[in-house]
């Protein structure tokens, strides 16, 4: 009896130590999205017995940062182990836990193998058409072969290449239903117990210690990649007297595996994957440089400034706009709440968002803004003969503001894009609205005050422009102006600027500026002239 009851023991002990797989589903409630990743937070719950068990939950983003992941669980859950898999089947062997799953894998199997037998025959078929075919052209070359026998072939060949080529598309459908088969069954290893659709084929795989027999909720949070967001923004002034009207767009992009489906949505400007150590100051010890050949040393030397120099445009430029398409519908801005710090900005999304798995664009407005704006025209004529109207911002770091692409809508028409980049020292923001034909500006030679002259050793050019600006809008126009006159790199290079037209000359750059008001339908014309002597043996290319 003693032997007996050892033996039952112990029986019932190795089967209380195989215990089922717990299968379970993880559903997303809330992401915040990065510039180039996302933090995911996900929820999930089994009901488990006392002891120790192994839980697979499933619906878990494809592309996880393994060392970001946190399980939540109740103090009478003790989580001893977590693993990320991207593979589970392949991994853990749970067939013969699971009845259904070891189904499933017995037809994908079977599935295989029958692709295996289809491809032998098509290929044994295929080479059979091949050896017909050369013995049909070898054969009917042969001059040897009377007329009877050429029919006699041709009654055998006829029917036989038909035979085989109806067999490969035979063949070739069965190809097709069994690979829609493998895709079907693939699908099901998909599946959870509650038969819901799981598009990831990211699990976690958790062993844990329960106290007590019962459901267990779990919160699961990690970070994973596939997902950015980027700001962007529409741009529209009904006139240079009115504030101008931003909408503060985000489009959001994600490909992790699972669908965001009606989760809470932040967008962050951080970027939790970049490196957070803070750089070390060490003693800067000044050393000679080895000695060079002269000529090397040049060489250095002039390499060396080339790469230190930073071309820095004007200041006033402003960004060329292209014309595009653009939907004229409005958009509502989706409530949101806008929390900074020190290292970020973030939006808080406050109706819940769906945002799929399919790496498109998911456009989110986040706010609308009436910003107070000083508008006036720039305009550089030997560059370009139109005018670009800009907005001036003043104090724009409260309306958080990030680096983004700008769609300009100006009096009721898409005009371009712009670039705001708030990333500046400026206390004003300076934006581009864009072209505005209604200031019309030319700039013309003057013919009779331009010209050639020649001396002994010296070569004499004038050159005289007027710059004629009109204002066609009923508005009274503020017109920053632009030009130029070249600057000598060489002592036998004379330049002489013989009229400014009052214009303010920076002689280190050869800029001259004038700032004009226009009253509606006024004109406005400015010369400007100037002279350049050189070596008359020489020729200036860029003049």
């Known amino acids: 009896m003693k032997k007996s009851y050892l033996?039952?023991?112990?029986?019932?002990?190795?089967?209380?130590?195989?215990?089922?797989?717990?299968?379970?589903?993880?559903?997303?409630?809330?992401?915040?999205?990065?510039?180039?990743?996302?933090?995911?937070?996900?929820?999930?719950?089994?009901?488990?017995?006392?002891?120790?068990?192994?839980?697979?939950i499933s619906n878990i983003a494809n592309y996880v940062n393994e060392s970001t992941i946190q399980i939540g669980a109740p103090a009478n859950v003790t989580i001893l182990s977590v693993q990320f898999s991207n593979n589970y089947v392949s991994d853990y062997e749970t067939t013969n836990q699971n009845p259904a799953l070891k189904k499933v894998l017995d037809s994908i199997f079977w599935v295989k193998k029958e692709l295996q037998k289809v491809a032998i025959d098509k290929n044994s078929t295929t080479k059979t058409i091949e050896i017909l075919d050369t013995n049909q052209q070898v054969a009917s070359l042969n001059s040897g072969l009377n007329v009877a026998e050429l029919m006699k072939l041709i009654d055998y060949y006829k029917p036989k290449r038909n035979e085989l080529s109806n067999g490969l598309l035979a063949l070739d459908e069965k190809e097709n239903k069994l690979r829609l088969q493998l895709n079907n069954l693939n699908g099901r290893l998909q599946t959870n117990t509650k038969n819901e659709e799981v598009v990831s084929n990211g699990k976690l795989i958790l062993q844990v210690m329960n106290d007590e027999a019962g459901?267990?909720?779990?919160?699961?949070?990690?970070?994973?990649?596939?997902?950015?967001?980027?700001?962007?923004?529409?741009?529209?002034?009904?006139?240079?007297?009115?504030?101008?009207?931003?909408?503060?767009?985000?489009?959001?992009?994600?490909?992790?595996?699972?669908?965001?489906?009606?989760?809470?949505?932040?967008?962050?400007?951080?970027?939790?994957?970049?490196?957070?150590?803070?750089?070390?100051?060490?003693?800067?010890?000044?050393?000679?440089?080895p000695s060079v050949a002269p000529v090397a040393y040049a060489q250095k030397m002039t390499k060396r400034?080339?790469?230190?120099?930073?071309?820095?445009?004007?200041?006033?430029a402003v960004l060329t706009v292209a014309p595009a398409m653009l939907n004229e519908s409005v958009v509502r801005a989706i409530p949101s709440n806008i929390s900074e710090n020190q290292l970020n900005i973030s939006f808080d999304i406050d109706i819940p968002y769906d945002i799929l798995s399919n790496g498109k664009g998911h456009s989110v407005a986040l706010k609308a803004l009436k910003l107070p704006a000083t508008y006036k025209y720039y305009a550089a004529p030997r560059q370009e003969k139109e005018a670009f109207l800009l907005a001036e911002i003043a104090d724009y770091s409260k309306y958080n503001l990030l680096?983004?692409?700008?769609?300009?809508?100006?009096?009721?028409?898409?005009?371009g894009k712009t670039m705001i980049n708030p990333n500046?020292?400026?206390?004003?923001?300076?934006?581009?609205?864009g072209r505005d034909k209604k200031i019309a500006i030319s700039r013309e030679k003057v013919t009779d005050k331009s010209g050639t002259k020649f001396?002994?050793?010296?070569?004499?050019?004038?050159?005289?422009?007027?710059i004629t600006v009109k204002n066609n809008k009923k508005e009274t126009a503020q017109i920053l102006l632009k030009?130029?006159?070249?600057?000598?790199?060489?002592?036998?290079?004379?330049?002489?600027?013989?009229?400014?037209?009052?214009?303010k000359i920076n002689t280190e750059t050869g800029i001259l500026t004038w700032d004009l008001e226009l009253k509606p339908n006024e004109t406005k014309k400015i010369r400007m002239s100037y002279q350049v002597k050189y070596p008359k043996d020489r020729i200036l290319d860029n003049l």
Do not use: C
């Open 7 to 56: 033996l039952f023991a112990l029986l019932v002990s190795t089967i209380g130590l195989a215990q089922k797989v717990i299968l379970s589903s993880a559903k997303a409630k809330a992401v915040t999205v990065y510039t180039n990743s996302a933090e995911i937070l996900q929820a999930a719950s089994a009901t488990l017995p006392k002891g120790t068990s192994e839980i697979v």
């Open 483 to 503: 030009d130029q006159y070249p600057l000598s790199s060489d002592k036998d290079i004379e330049i002489e600027l013989l009229q400014s037209d009052k214009a």
């Open 455 to 466: 001396f002994s050793s010296k070569k004499e050019q004038t050159f005289t422009f007027d």
């Open 215 to 289: 459901k267990v909720d779990f919160s699961i949070n990690y970070l994973a990649s596939y997902a950015s967001w980027r700001p962007f923004y529409d741009l529209r002034a009904n006139s240079i007297t009115e504030p101008m009207e931003m909408m503060y767009k985000a489009e959001v992009t994600q490909n992790t595996g699972i669908d965001w489906k009606n989760i809470k949505l932040t967008l962050s400007s951080g970027n939790p994957n970049q490196n957070n150590q803070a750089p070390t100051v060490n003693p800067w010890f000044l050393r000679y440089e």
């Open 305 to 316: 400034k080339m790469a230190e120099e930073v071309i820095q445009g004007d200041a006033d």
């Open 424 to 433: 500046q020292t400026a206390d004003t923001l300076s934006l581009s609205m």
């Open 403 to 415: 680096r983004g692409e700008a769609n300009i809508i100006f009096e009721g028409m898409y005009v």
